[in-house]
């Protein structure tokens, strides 16, 4: 089964920074980012990216080299992103969000860095760091002087614009480089397919690590409008509420939790930003569609949410579904609908053949998006990149390791990841399809499932419930999940939180989830 995105031509340099460099020219007054009161134009931007360019190539970091930035969100931020990508190196970011032990693990994973950006905050996280580090408190001096026009280096869709960090099978962090071509087709189709503009302003609400920050920071430069940036390490949502009403956003990129939570705080305050704007692009985990559902038929609700799919060694979105084309109950999963431009889906079993509609098997990606790989990769995820034969001609192919099927509307549907499922008294099962029947059950806002094992080393599956009003008994939605789901799905334990927690990407936090319950039970012999 293989579903085709439309075929769209890209021009001979297919590189992101060119398209803003354009609208430098085009409109040199207009606010390019706006951060805690600082402003700054697109003339202004252009010029101090063009001398941080300078600066890199000076040092010998130009084309081919990577640039490591470990600065909170900022100007200074989005500078040093323009400036490397101008010099024709790839930019690599390392979150301030993480610990400082995680930061100098995730330092050591990429070869060849050739130095990397901090501020007088982030410094001690990544230090005393094995490479160059450049403060940009220091920077107006080293820039004063150095040119404020572009720099002469020919830069080409094929090569590296940036790289971020992926879990491994092996527990160790991957680095998966991304190429300008697979970037500005994702740009490109955006803007072509949700008619962005100059007016299209964007809120970057997830972390800096995070794979579809790279997409929201430079989505609204790529079409001329302001990127609003939010003075917060952590997601803050109170201050992305009064930041959504205050300042003309039109447009979210965000993870399904984040979403929930900004639904929320809008529902609790009767507030309408939310409904205001023309688009929130979503997903990164399994959607629960009841948890939005009350808020997306409110009347006059203009925001159109957009359901999407991708993984970050593809250029972060693979698919998209308009949710309005979902009701919900008539089906157990949201579609996430159909490819991108010039992007390919395919559908294939164990044997890495195509199967029918309706049909499980493992979702592939090929086509413009697919990455450049791992940086240094032997490891085993390196084989995940592959060519496979369609029509007699060779594709390069990217095996998601996630499940799927296409429907009979031609929309791609998600099931979980083919390695998620675990045996639990002799049956394989997704932990994510007990979320979903929890989240049906009245009363129970949110769910997420994880797996724990008991003290002989088996394992079972232990449910954290946010309730919607008063507590739930245990017993009681044990009884409910038993008329839904046969007795080998239903979780041995019942945690009543008041909300799961989420990771700095504003996905939910499973790791700290199994040390709450670790916390709880460590004296009952079982163990997350």
Same mark, same amino acid.
């Not at 989005?78 to 970011?93: E, N, Q, R, S, W």
């Not at 008619?195 to 989505?219: C, E, K, P, T, Y």
């Given at each position: 089964?293989?579903?085709?995105?439309?075929?769209?031509?890209?021009?001979?340099?297919? #590189?992101?920074?060119?398209?803003?460099?354009?609208?430098? /020219?085009?409109?040199?007054?207009?606010?390019?980012?706006?951060?805690? *009161?600082? $402003?700054?134009?697109?003339?202004?931007?252009?010029?101090?990216?063009?001398?941080?360019?300078?600066?890199? +190539?000076?040092?010998?970091?130009?084309? %081919?080299?990577?640039?490591?930035?470990? =600065?909170?969100?900022?100007?200074?931020?989005?500078?040093?992103?323009?400036?490397?990508?101008?010099?024709?190196?790839?930019?690599?970011?390392?979150?301030?969000?993480?610990?400082?032990?995680? =930061?100098?693990?995730?330092?050591?994973?990429?070869?060849?860095? &050739? +130095?990397?950006?901090?501020?007088?905050? !982030?410094?001690?996280?990544?230090?005393?760091?094995?490479?160059?580090?450049?403060?940009?408190?220091?920077?107006?001096?080293?820039?004063?002087?150095?040119?404020?026009?572009?720099?002469?280096?020919?830069?080409?869709?094929?090569?590296?614009?940036?790289?971020?960090?992926?879990?491994?099978?092996? %527990?160790?962090?991957?680095?998966?480089?991304?190429?300008?071509?697979?970037?500005?087709?994702?740009?490109?189709?955006?803007?072509?397919?949700?008619? +962005?503009?100059?007016?299209?302003?964007?809120?970057?609400?997830?972390?800096?690590?995070?794979?579809?920050?790279?997409?929201?920071?430079?989505?609204?430069?790529?079409?001329?409008?302001?990127?609003?940036?939010? &003075?917060?390490?952590?997601?803050?949502?109170?201050?992305?509420?009064?930041?959504?009403?205050?300042?003309?956003?039109?447009?979210?990129?965000?993870?399904?939790?984040? +979403?929930?939570?900004?639904?929320?705080?809008? !529902?609790?305050?009767?507030?309408?930003?939310?409904?205001?704007?023309?688009?929130?692009?979503?997903? %990164?985990?399994?959607?629960?569609?009841?948890?939005?559902?009350?808020?997306?038929?409110?009347?006059?609700?203009?925001?159109?949410?957009?359901? $999407?799919? *991708?993984?970050?060694?593809?250029?972060?979105?693979?698919?998209?579904?308009?949710?309005?084309?979902?009701?919900?109950?008539?089906?157990?999963?949201?579609?996430?609908?159909?490819?991108?431009?010039?992007?390919?889906?395919?559908?294939?079993?164990?044997?890495?053949?195509?199967?029918?509609?309706?049909?499980?098997?493992?979702?592939?990606?090929?086509?413009?998006?697919?990455?450049? *790989?791992?940086?240094?990769?032997?490891?085993?995820?390196?084989?995940?990149?592959? !060519?496979?034969?369609?029509?007699?001609?060779?594709?390069?192919?990217?095996?998601?390791?996630?499940?799927?099927?296409?429907?009979?509307? *031609?929309?791609?549907?998600?099931? %979980?990841?083919?390695?998620?499922?675990?045996?639990?008294?002799?049956?394989?099962?997704?932990?994510?399809?007990?979320?979903?029947?929890?989240?049906?059950?009245?009363?129970?806002?949110?769910?997420?499932?994880?797996?724990?094992? !008991?003290?002989?080393?088996? &394992?079972?599956?232990?449910?954290?419930? #946010?309730?919607?009003?008063?507590?739930? &008994?245990?017993?009681?939605?044990?009884?409910?999940?038993?008329?839904?789901?046969?007795?080998?799905?239903?979780?041995?334990?019942?945690?009543?939180?008041?909300?799961?927690?989420?990771?700095?990407?504003?996905?939910?936090?499973?790791?700290?989830?199994?040390?709450?319950? /670790?916390?709880?039970?460590?004296?009952?012999?079982?163990?997350?």
């Amino acid at each position: 089964m293989i579903l085709q995105g439309k075929r769209v031509a890209l021009p001979s340099a297919p #590189v992101v920074h060119r398209r803003f460099e354009e609208h430098a /020219r085009a409109t040199p007054d207009a606010v390019a980012v706006f951060c805690a *009161g600082q $402003q700054v134009t697109y003339a202004e931007l252009d010029a101090r990216a063009n001398r941080f360019a300078h600066l890199l +190539l000076a040092r010998g970091h130009g084309r %081919g080299a990577k640039v490591g930035i470990c =600065l909170d969100y900022s100007v200074d931020m989005v500078v040093a992103v323009l400036g490397t990508l101008k010099a024709g190196a790839a930019y690599v970011p390392f979150d301030p969000s993480y610990p400082a032990a995680r =930061l100098r693990l995730l330092l050591g994973q990429v070869p060849g860095l &050739a +130095l990397i950006v901090v501020s007088a905050a !982030t410094a001690p996280l990544v230090g005393p760091a094995a490479v160059e580090t450049v403060g940009v408190e220091e920077l107006p001096g080293r820039l004063e002087g150095l040119p404020t026009t572009r720099p002469d280096v020919p830069v080409t869709g094929d090569d590296v614009c940036y790289a971020v960090f992926t879990s491994g099978s092996t %527990g160790t962090p991957k680095v998966t480089a991304v190429r300008h071509e697979g970037w500005f087709n994702l740009l490109n189709w955006l803007t072509l397919e949700y008619g +962005l503009h100059s007016g299209s302003h964007n809120l970057v609400v997830s972390a800096f690590g995070f794979d579809l920050s790279q997409r929201s920071l430079m989505m609204p430069l790529f079409c001329g409008a302001t990127q609003h940036l939010m &003075a917060s390490r952590n997601f803050d949502a109170a201050m992305a509420y009064r930041m959504l009403g205050r300042h003309g956003i039109r447009v979210v990129n965000c993870a399904s939790s984040t +979403l929930y939570l900004l639904v929320d705080w809008e !529902t609790a305050r009767g507030g309408d930003a939310l409904t205001r704007l023309d688009y929130v692009l979503f997903g %990164g985990e399994p959607l629960h569609v009841e948890r939005i559902a009350d808020w997306a038929r409110r009347e006059g609700n203009g925001c159109t949410l957009l359901h $999407q799919y *991708g993984v970050a060694e593809c250029t972060d979105v693979a698919t998209s579904f308009d949710l309005a084309g979902h009701l919900p109950g008539e089906h157990d999963i949201a579609p996430v609908g159909r490819p991108a431009h010039n992007t390919d889906i395919h559908i294939l079993d164990e044997r890495m053949r195509g199967v029918g509609v309706g049909e499980s098997g493992e979702i592939c990606i090929s086509g413009a998006g697919v990455g450049a *790989g791992y940086l240094g990769g032997t490891g085993p995820e390196s084989g995940r990149f592959t !060519t496979v034969e369609v029509d007699g001609v060779p594709r390069r192919l990217y095996r998601t390791g996630d499940r799927g099927h296409v429907n009979e509307a *031609g929309d791609l549907v998600v099931a %979980g990841r083919m390695d998620a499922q675990v045996k639990v008294r002799g049956m394989r099962i997704d932990p994510t399809d007990v979320e979903r029947a929890l989240g049906r059950l009245a009363g129970v806002r949110q769910a997420a499932v994880v797996v724990g094992r !008991t003290g002989s080393g088996e &394992a079972e599956l232990i449910a954290f419930v #946010v309730p919607a009003g008063d507590d739930l &008994a245990e017993n009681d939605v044990r009884a409910r999940l038993l008329e839904a789901l046969p007795r080998n799905m239903v979780p041995a334990r019942f945690l009543s939180i008041p909300r799961i927690p989420l990771s700095p990407h504003g996905k939910t936090d499973r790791a700290a989830l199994a040390e709450e319950f /670790r916390k709880q039970y460590a004296d009952h012999g079982t163990t997350a």
